[in-house]
């Protein structure tokens, strides 16, 4: 079955400093991939997708990396504020069901 | 604009209990997603609706989960009856037709089964 794996489980990074925050995924017919952030008591907010056509997405401060060669996705947060401190996760998508990770908690040292 | 809600935001009840999770969506939105994350576990997708018509269940547990959306409104999750492994947080997130993918969660139900 599919799975989706985060390389790293927690993640602490110096705040204005770029956060790389990684995903692999097993499923090589997934078109879609997204990425979530999940601050305390509340919900999954949607940040970014990214078609499995494309290898690279921005939006703001963030860049979604897409490598289907070696199925992997990755979060990268430019000049990183306390405020991005929350649980990252990465989903994909195949057929109508999304399929997430176990998230990375990202902290951001002040 | 108000975002998904759900309620109860937090509900503790004894094994073979009946449970019911509302969930409103964004108003427009037609698809409706149930997902329930067990503690220390990804987040794992229950079912889809589009408006009131179950697209896809495929997620869901067993018989004990019984997930309506009279109307294409809000939705419930009935458990009945909770088990143990049935405790977790259950989400529900909406989106709208032509972004199935940029979907909007609410703040979750931790469900928990004693």
């Known amino acids: 079955g599919e799975s989706v794996g985060l390389h790293l489980p927690t993640l602490s990074v110096q705040e204005g400093d770029n956060s790389i925050i990684n995903c692999a995924y097993s499923?090589?017919?997934?078109?879609?991939f997204i990425w979530y952030k999940q601050e305390s008591g509340k919900g999954p907010q949607f940040i970014i997708d990214?078609?499995?056509?494309?290898d690279k997405r921005q939006g703001q401060r963030v860049t979604v990396l897409l490598n289907k060669t070696v199925k992997h996705l990755s979060l990268q947060i430019a000049a990183t504020q306390p405020g991005d401190s929350a649980v990252y996760f990465c989903?994909?998508?195949?057929?109508?069901?999304?399929?997430f990770g176990t998230g990375t908690s990202l902290t951001v040292i002040p | 604009e108000a975002g998904v809600t759900q309620f109860p935001s937090h509900s503790v009840i004894e094994k073979g209990q009946t449970v019911t999770l509302r969930c409103d969506p964004i108003?427009?939105?037609?698809?409706l997603y149930w997902y329930r994350r067990v503690m220390g576990k990804e987040i794992k997708f229950l079912l889809h609706?589009?408006?009131?018509?179950?697209?896809?269940e495929s997620g869901m547990p067993n018989n004990r989960f019984l997930a309506e959306r009279t109307g294409g409104t809000y939705s419930t999750l009935k458990v009945q009856p909770a088990e143990l492994e049935d405790s977790g947080v259950y989400f529900c997130?909406?989106?709208?037709?032509?972004?199935?993918?940029?979907?909007?969660f609410g703040p979750g139900t931790r469900l928990t089964v004693t």
């Open positions: 997130a909406s989106s709208q037709v032509g972004s199935p993918y940029e979907q909007y």
């Open positions: 499923n090589s017919a997934s078109d879609y």
């Open positions: 990214i078609r499995s056509n494309m």
């Open positions: 989903a994909e998508s195949y057929g109508n069901q999304f399929y």
């Open positions: 108003s427009g939105h037609d698809n």
């Open positions: 609706f589009v408006k009131e018509s179950k697209q896809d």
